[in-house]
């Protein structure tokens, strides 16, 4: 099996629209949530995410190209165009067949759907542009990015709701490891704020008035996110022989179905990828330093995820730093995972750990070290990056630091 490096990384989230941006706001430590702007939200009762603010497709796409492309495309698009270059790698001659693009996505094109819904319904349309199945369907964004950056190596979405982004990096993972590809762009976006959505997330009865608050006492919800992150894996020797800079290394991927039920987490399910990602990375549970958790904000997911720390990390968990990052970004779903996967790297590179920003009293279920409200100066060389989905759907990232 081979080394899997990281040597390009790109990110659009609420807190910018690259992971410069990304890294300047996790150093900061504060919220990026805040009231929604590119919906009406006279209809909803929730009136917060995380939102990619300011973004204007024209300054990436033309016309002609926006005719196809959904935001959740757009997004997957920004990311992965930084990510390609910042690696230095061009996939258009003998290695685009060595390459793989493996892109995480929850639901898809839902902008487009939800426009489609409302011009059939409401303005009772006879016609539809001809081409809004290939705009919204979930696999839209991966086809998209090979044939921006010529990729013609395996290229597929995974689906898998809030596991989506951390299934397709250990997908991606694997395949490098294996030897299979050479290289592999992965990652995962999601962009979910249009009417119909949102209004079905608030009839769940899951999501925060005010604001995401994990492991806290009073936390009442999650709070929805949008945005896109990706990385560029590629085999350590061959990074090496062409001089990249290594950004850091992926180690081990760790997957579970909870077998259980449809939205409750397991405790169970939690610790088996958690002890499935320390086996594939050749681990002790004493190597870890810094968990990039799951971390909601709701009353379930908390709870079970702490419990899960844990049993599965023993004494050693007082030890631990633990941070969730969502609560910063918002929960951007099925690219949750790659925003928060890139988000521990930079932090990594950076000698800090982003906190869990609005913690303020404390539930005694939730127990561990949540480095709240302030950036933390700390040097870590070796962090987990949880997940945990709808659907009983888990998957654990292993990664040591760039040398």
């Known amino acids: 099996m081979y080394r899997v490096a990281v040597t390009g990384m790109g990110s659009i989230s609420a807190l910018g629209h690259n992971a410069a941006a990304m890294a300047e706001g996790l150093r900061r430590g504060k919220t990026a949530i805040g009231p929604l702007s590119t919906m009406p939200t006279d209809a909803l009762q929730i009136k917060i995410g995380g939102e990619v603010a300011g973004f204007d497709p024209l300054q990436h796409f033309t016309d002609k190209q926006l005719g196809l492309l959904d935001r959740n495309a757009q997004l997957a698009l920004v990311a992965a165009r930084e990510a390609a270059r910042q690696s230095g790698l061009d996939f258009r001659g003998k290695l685009g067949a060595r390459t793989a693009a493996i892109i995480g996505s929850g639901v898809g094109g839902m902008g487009t759907l939800d426009d489609s819904f409302r011009r059939l319904y409401l303005e009772h349309a006879k016609r539809f542009f001809p081409f809004i199945i290939p705009k919204l369907m979930v696999s839209a964004a991966v086809s998209h990015v090979t044939m921006d950056l010529g990729i013609t190596g395996p290229s597929f979405t995974v689906a898998s709701a809030c596991s989506s982004a951390n299934h397709a990096i250990g997908t991606a993972f694997q395949l490098v490891r294996a030897g299979a590809v050479d290289a592999a762009v ?148 099925g690219a949750a995972g790659a925003l928060e996967l890139v988000a521990t790297f930079l932090a990594m590179s950076g000698g800090f750990i982003p906190p869990t920003a609005n913690y303020d009293t404390p539930d005694p279920e939730c127990d561990l070290d949540y480095v709240p409200n302030e950036t933390r100066a700390m040097q870590v060389n070796v962090a987990l990056s949880n997940s945990f989905a709808f659907g009983g759907l888990n998957a654990v990232l292993a990664v040591r630091g760039g040398v």
């Open 186 to 333: 992965t990652g995962g976006t999601e962009s979910v704020f249009t009417l119909g959505t949102m209004k079905a997330w608030e009839a769940m009865r899951i999501l925060a008035p005010d604001m995401c608050k994990p492991f806290t006492r009073d936390r009442k919800g999650l709070v929805i996110g949008e945005g896109a992150a990706a990385l560029v894996l590629e085999n350590w020797d061959h990074a090496r022989a062409r001089g990249a800079t290594i950004l850091g290394e992926i180690i081990g991927f760790g997957a579970s179905a909870d077998a259980g039920d449809i939205v409750l987490p397991s405790q169970a399910g939690a610790e088996s990828a958690m002890r499935a990602c320390l086996e594939s990375a050749g681990l002790s549970p004493q190597d870890v330093e810094y968990i990039n958790a799951h971390g909601t904000g709701t009353k379930m997911n908390d709870v079970t995820e702490t419990k899960a720390i844990r049993a599965v990390f023993g004494s050693h968990a007082d030890k631990l730093a633990v941070s969730s990052t969502k609560s910063i970004t918002g929960h951007a779903l």
